[in-house]
């Protein structure tokens, strides 16, 4: 199958910058979608921003101009530059893929997550 693995993610000052990466691996023939999701306690996991295999971006409302997603194809890996960082972006974030298997089998994932604490 495949597998997700995130790194970036800490504790900062608002204001500040974190960029979180993304790197998948596995008998994948290609990804159509990579994208970050964040989740804080009791709360749903909601859609921080997603680039498609077009290059095409969308973001939430409350990360548009500060965050920014970007990916290699080559390398099956995508960041997450987050800038001007706010105490309510304080949440854990996960990576997530949609694509096709060398099998030509649809795959999703997830990543395990990584902490991201803004202190105000």
């Known amino acids: 199958q495949v597998q997700l693995v995130e790194s970036g993610g800490g504790l900062v000052q608002a204001g500040e910058s974190l960029r979180l990466s993304c790197a998948a691996s596995?008998?994948?023939?290609?990804?159509?979608?990579m994208g970050w999701y964040r989740q804080t306690p009791g709360n749903e996991r909601e859609l921080v921003a997603l680039?498609?295999?077009?290059?095409?971006?969308n973001y939430a409302d409350s990360v548009k101009g500060r965050f920014t997603i970007s990916r290699d194809n080559a390398k099956n890996t995508w960041n997450l530059q987050m800038n001007s960082l706010k105490p309510e972006d304080t949440a854990v974030y996960y990576c997530?893929?949609?694509?096709?298997?060398?099998?030509?089998?649809?795959?999703?994932?997830w990543g395990q997550g990584t902490p991201v604490t803004v202190s105000s």
């Open positions: 997530h893929a949609q694509g096709i298997l060398l099998t030509t089998r649809v795959f999703v994932s």
């Open positions: 596995g008998s994948i023939r290609n990804i159509n979608v």
């Open positions: 680039i498609t295999s077009a290059s095409s971006t």
